[in-house]
């Protein structure tokens, strides 16, 4: 039984012991259980032990994270840890909820997920927050995109759309737009190569999301306090 866990996850060197008990308690049930059938119950306490074991480390995590923090910096707030869409356990957000001040995500897409968010929101009972989130187009050369809109323009009206959205919605304190400067025409790190920037790659601006940043900043706060209905006109595409 220990080697079914250890090719299951060899995280689970520690605690074998309760597999090894469970599979005990399977075979006093009889002798009447096929071999696969043993096999078929042995592997599903596994993968819930291994389930357990996730939670308990995302848990233990976000608490070392939250007293590393406190003990260098007592007066800030907590962040979370911008939890990647495709990596939302909801066990993972309740940890990242009772040891931040905020729960933070990534989220590259046209707009907000409201049904999504709102069913974030009512796991961590925390403010939320964006920690990336953008557009971008294929008309300055460069090759990767996340969100793809069909020119700078695009861009500009993608800015308008998901910023004023997001403030929209009540629990939300704020979003960071990635990034300030396009990425390089040879790539970053990772062979990513955006054209993402409010300025180019010689920090020239982008007049129109320039424009586009100024115009929903000066009513973000009247969009947040819902006294000023958010941009509608989705980005083209």
């Known amino acids: 039984t220990s080697g079914i866990l250890s090719e299951l996850d060899p995280a689970l060197a520690g605690i074998t012991g309760r597999f090894n008990q469970a599979a005990v308690g399977v075979r006093l049930l009889g002798t009447s259980l096929s071999g696969p059938m043993i096999l078929g119950i042995a592997t599903a306490v596994a993968s819930l032990l291994i389930y357990l074991k996730k939670i308990t480390d995302a848990t233990e995590q976000q608490a070392k994270f939250n007293l590393a923090i406190r003990a260098a910096d007592p007066n800030h707030l907590v962040l979370g840890s911008r939890l990647n869409q495709g990596a939302r356990p909801d066990d993972v957000i309740a940890a990242c909820a009772r040891h931040s001040e905020v729960v933070s995500f990534n989220h590259y897409d046209i707009e907000p997920w409201r049904g999504e968010f709102d069913r974030y929101f009512a796991l961590a009972r925390k403010p939320c927050f964006i920690g990336e989130y953008g557009h971008n187009s294929l008309d300055r050369g460069l090759l990767t995109a996340a969100v793809p809109v069909a020119d700078q323009r695009a861009r500009a009206a993608g800015y308008r759309y998901y910023t004023e ?21 040879t790539g970053r790190f990772d062979r990513e190569t955006a054209f993402n920037g409010f300025v180019d790659i010689t920090d020239q601006p982008y007049p129109l999301m320039v424009a586009a940043a100024r115009a929903s900043h000066g009513r973000i706060f009247d969009v947040h306090a819902g006294t000023a209905r958010p941009y509608s006109a989705p980005p083209a595409l």
């Not at 959205?165 to 025409?185: C, K, M, N, T, W």
């Open 165 to 185: 959205r997001l403030a929209s919605i009540p629990y939300f304190v704020g979003g960071h737009f990635f990034q300030y400067l396009d990425e390089p025409v």
